[in-house]
């Protein structure tokens, strides 16, 4: 079955660079996008980018161009989203999300990344 | 970028009842509109894709329409699973936007 296992939650300092890893398995790794989706607490969902693990071709939404960056290793099957320059406003749970072949929705996503920005 | 706005923010209803929650997207999106169902401390669900093509393992009580730029969801004789937030999301153009979320509470 198709799973998507992210690293554990993390707290950071502002001004500090945060990366977070997204291990897919159960399928064929280089078949679907992977994007990214964060939801600070208590709020609605916002996109932040996707990328190809086939070629690793990305799209940023511009909100985070400059401040974002996606990244995979086809040998490991595990995509990376790393987001710099921090502020208390990043505080958020970052999901991974495959998007599905036909039906180019969200289908699997992972459990959540919760990404603490505190001095 | 598209903007999507999501009705209403939150609602209140009972097992049984049949719910609807809207989305209207700021420019034609054709059909490439999804519905997601969130539940406290866990990822969003995908229900339905294109509008109204049912996800593989969704019940049949939630279905979708589309109208224009307007687009619904359904829900028929709500269970208590159902109690969740809803959110639609279009994937006709970058950036992905999402709704604001409904919150479907117990009644």
């Known amino acids: 079955q198709v799973q998507l296992v992210q690293s554990g939650a993390d707290v950071k300092k502002p001004g500090a660079s945060v990366k977070v890893s997204c291990k897919a398995s159960g399928y064929t790794f280089t078949s679907y996008y992977i994007h990214w989706v964060r939801q600070a607490p208590g709020q609605g969902l916002e996109w932040m980018g996707e990328?190809?693990?086939?070629?690793?071709?990305?799209t940023y939404a511009p909100k985070f161009q400059g401040r974002v960056t996606m990244a995979r290793d086809t040998s490991t099957s595990t995509v990376y989203m790393e987001l710099s320059s921090l502020k208390s406003e990043d505080t958020a749970t970052y999901f991974c999300?495959?998007?599905?072949?036909?039906?180019?929705?969200?289908?699997?996503w992972g459990p959540g990344t919760l990404v603490t920005v505190s001095s | 970028d598209i903007q999507m706005t999501q009705s209403p923010s939150s609602l209140s209803a009972s097992v049984g009842d049949t719910v609807t929650i809207t989305c209207r997207a700021s420019?034609?999106?054709?059909?490439?509109l999804n519905w997601f169902q969130q539940k406290p401390g866990k990822a969003p669900s995908l229900l339905l894709f294109a509008a109204s093509s049912l996800q593989s393992g969704v019940p049949s009580r939630f279905s979708g329409s589309a109208s224009g730029t307007d687009f619904t969801l359904t829900i028929s004789s709500l269970q208590p699973e159902d109690f969740a937030t809803y959110y639609c999301q279009q994937s006709y153009s970058t950036p992905l936007t999402f709704g604001g979320g409904t919150k479907v509470e117990i009644k």
């Open positions: 999300a495959r998007r599905g072949g036909v039906t180019n929705g969200l289908d699997n």
């Open positions: 420019q034609n999106i054709g059909s490439d």
């Open positions: 990328i190809s693990p086939r070629g690793g071709g990305t």
